[in-house]
């Protein structure tokens, strides 16, 4: 079991800046990739970024290319996600999310169902 607490939400305007994270407990040796997800109301939950833990290899949606970078303290078992030009249509609850691997995961990493664990998320709000 893995257990995943997200911090750092909160408000901001249109062109600011956020850093959210994830402390990781319970059996983070078995960690194979870690992935933030957002929300945002009357929307299904989207993928934004994934990381292979213990490696750098990261992937991020199209939508938030360019301006979000994930990262990961392997040693405290946090996750971060910092958010630099944040826009309005960022304004979701995010979500932090763990998987110990497997082939379905290798087939499609940006698929909801192939996260074994998730925090409850924290509220990032973008004001114009």
């Known amino acids: 079991q893995v257990h995943l607490v997200e911090s750092g939400g909160g408000s901001v305007q249109a062109g600011g800046s956020l850093r959210v994270s994830c402390a990781a407990s319970g059996r983070t040796s078995n960690l194979y990739a870690m992935g933030w997800f957002r929300q945002a109301p009357g929307q299904e939950r989207e993928f934004v970024a994934f990381?292979?833990?213990?490696?750098?290899?990261?992937s991020y949606a199209d939508s938030v290319k360019g301006r979000f970078t994930i990262s990961s303290h392997v040693a405290e078992n946090t996750l971060y996600l910092q958010m630099n030009s944040l826009k309005p249509e960022d304004t979701a609850v995010y979500y932090c999310a763990a998987t110990l691997g497997g082939s379905d995961w290798a087939r499609r990493p940006t698929g909801l169902a192939n996260y074994d664990y998730w925090g409850l998320g924290t509220q990032v709000t973008v004001s114009s």
């Open positions: 990381i292979r833990w213990r490696t750098d290899m990261t």
